[in-house]
């Protein structure tokens, strides 16, 4: 009896161990079938603590509110998507030797940080070559995307070679632009306002100002991109359908100083009677209305200007500005992230995306929506 008693006793936990055995070879395939199908779909622990991707906004230095604007949407689209962005601004030191920047990570937003503020006016080379030295700084620091507001074809066609040639043996780091259009190869994606359409808006406003009847004169830069080009060309397409309108030439000037001045000469001059302005860019704007406040003539000489920069806003509201062009900087930093983001992911992206400028007026710069246009950063 007790033999038999053993032997049961043996043959149950024999019975045991089998099924033990039993369960553990059912749970190593079952783990082998999950990991070759985490294979087969790309799937790795890897890909649980990926790092986000770091993507550098950098614009030229002293732009302003428009910075501000795209800043604060890039910053928006990067919460959403997961990304880290990187916030590089031009800053030029001291005119000899320049330093970009001392590096400054707060959480998921890395700042870059001015060397010198009390910096000198800089030449436009410098500037550039500061632009330039900003985007190389930037991809040191591991940007695996560039956001560029350029501040010329020079600097963005030196800042697009870094990109290529930053990885010699990897993938090309995307160039996304902002706000202007240049012929340089090598662009992923261009963010900006119809500038044609825009200067449609701008000569209609002017048309109606004057009630079909006037001299107007165009303040501005030399066109050195297509996009000033085409802002010009809207601008005549609408002026040229009115008989009574009489344009004089174009008055070229690139800074406040030199557009105050090309307006006072204007002004100045006794067989010609200007009766509104047409400023193509930021500083033409500001230029003329410091001419208009000197001869105290805001109610006399219209100003149709481009721009949305504090000094403006504040003059529209007086009234030294009939209407303003206002693009939106928060939608154009937004976009160009999201560009970027689908680009590093291997998505398909836009070459152009155009975004709408709007027609401000003292009428309606209070308007909610012109608000949220005007004044991103106020929540």
């Given at each position: 009896m007790m033999d038999n008693k053993i032997n049961r006793s043996d043959a149950h936990s024999v019975e045991g161990l089998n099924m033990r055995m039993k369960r553990w070879v059912v749970t190593q395939t079952a783990a082998s079938c999950l990991l070759l199908l985490c294979s087969a779909c790309g799937i790795s622990n890897t890909d649980v603590t990926a790092v986000s991707p770091r993507i550098a906004l950098v614009t030229p230095a002293g732009t302003g509110e428009l910075?501000?604007?795209?800043?604060?949407?890039?910053?928006?689209?990067?919460?959403?998507?997961?990304?880290?962005?990187?916030?590089?601004?031009?800053?030029?030191?001291?005119?000899?030797?320049?330093?970009?920047?001392?590096?400054?990570?707060?959480?998921?937003?890395?700042?870059?940080?001015?060397?010198?503020?009390d910096r000198p006016t800089m030449s436009r080379s410098a500037r550039e070559q500061a632009q330039v030295d900003a985007a190389a700084l930037a991809l040191r620091?591991?940007?695996?995307?560039?956001?560029?507001?350029?501040?010329?074809?020079?600097?963005?066609?030196?800042?697009?070679?870094?990109?290529?040639?930053?990885?010699?043996?990897g993938p090309v780091v995307p160039v996304i632009v902002l706000n202007d259009e240049f012929p340089v190869k090598g662009i992923t994606s261009i963010i900006s306002m119809d500038n044609m359409e825009a200067g449609r808006q701008a000569g209609q406003a002017m048309v109606e100002l004057l009630k079909g009847k006037g001299h107007i004169a165009l303040l501005g830069p030399d066109p050195v991109n297509s996009g000033l080009v085409q802002?010009?060309?809207?601008?005549?397409?609408?002026?040229?359908?009115?008989?009574?309108?009489?344009?004089?030439?174009?008055?070229?000037?690139?800074?406040?100083?030199?557009?105050?001045?090309?307006a006072k000469q204007l002004l100045d001059q006794p067989e010609v009677d200007v009766d509104g302005f047409i400023a193509l860019q930021e500083p033409a704007s500001l230029g003329a209305a410091d001419e208009l406040n000197r001869r105290n003539a805001a109610d006399k000489v219209r100003i149709v200007g481009f721009g949305s920069e504090q000094q403006q806003l504040e003059q529209l509201q007086e009234g030294v500005f009939d209407h303003l062009i206002?693009?939106?900087?928060?939608?154009?930093?937004?976009?160009g992230l999201n560009q970027a983001v689908a680009r590093l992911n291997n998505q398909q992206v836009q070459a152009r995306v155009l975004l709408e400028t709007k027609l401000v007026s003292t009428d309606n710069m209070f308007w909610m929506d012109n608000q949220k246009l005007l004044f991103p950063f106020v929540q």
């Open positions: 910075a501000e604007a795209i800043r604060l949407g890039a910053e928006a689209a990067a919460k959403e998507s997961g990304a880290e962005l990187m916030t590089v601004e031009a800053y030029p030191s001291d005119g000899r030797v320049y330093t970009p920047a001392i590096p400054d990570s707060v959480g998921s937003q890395m700042q870059v940080k001015p060397v010198n503020t620091q591991g940007a695996s995307a560039l956001l560029v507001d350029p501040l010329s074809e020079k600097a963005l066609s030196d800042i697009i070679q870094k990109a290529q040639t930053t990885h010699s043996d802002r010009e060309q809207g601008v005549m397409e609408v002026l040229e359908q009115y008989p009574d309108i009489q344009v004089e030439p174009k008055s070229i000037c690139n800074t406040r100083d030199g557009c105050w001045q090309t206002v693009q939106n900087g928060y939608s154009a930093g937004y976009l």
